[in-house]
C-alpha cells in the first residue's frame, strides 16, 4: 500500500522537524544547554533527508507534507506540552490531512 507508506514517510519526516525545532527552542527558551543544538542538527539533516525518499515532485511532497505537520504539531502539543488541542484544533488537523490526500493520492495522468 503506497499510501501508507506515504503516510508514515511523512509522519516520521514531522517528527524529525519538530524535534529539529525543539531542541533549539528548549535551549533558548527553556535554559537547557547548547549541546542540544547538535541533536537537532541531526534531526533536521534525518528531516531533509526523508523529505527526499518521497517520488512524487518536490513541491507536490512539500505542499502535502505541510498538512501532516500540523496534525503532527497538534499532537506534540497534546504529548510533550501536555495541552489538549482544543475542538477546533482537531477539526484545523482534519482539514489539513483532507488536503494533504487530495494532493498526494489525486489521480493522475
Do not use: N
Request: with cysteine; proline share 6%; charged share 10%.
Amino acid at each position: 500500500m503506497p499510501e501508507l507508506r506515504t503516510l508514515a514517510l511523512y509522519l516520521l519526516t514531522a517528527l524529525a522537524e519538530i524535534v529539529g525545532c525543539y531542541l533549539p527552542w528548549l535551549w533558548l527558551r527553556g535554559g537547557r544547554s547548547a549541546w542540544l543544538l547538535l541533536p537537532a542538527a541531526a534531526s533536521l539533516a534525518l528531516f531533509a533527508w526523508l523529505l527526499t525518499l518521497h517520488p512524487a515532485a518536490a513541491g507536490r511532497v512539500y505542499a502535502a507534507y505541510g498538512g501532516v505537520y500540523i496534525c503532527v504539531a497538534i499532537l506534540w502539543l497534546w504529548a510533550v506540552d501536555g495541552i489538549r488541542p482544543t475542538s477546533w484544533d482537531l477539526l484545523g488537523s482534519a482539514v489539513a490531512l483532507a488536503g494533504m490526500a487530495i494532493i498526494m493520492f489525486a489521480p493522475r495522468h
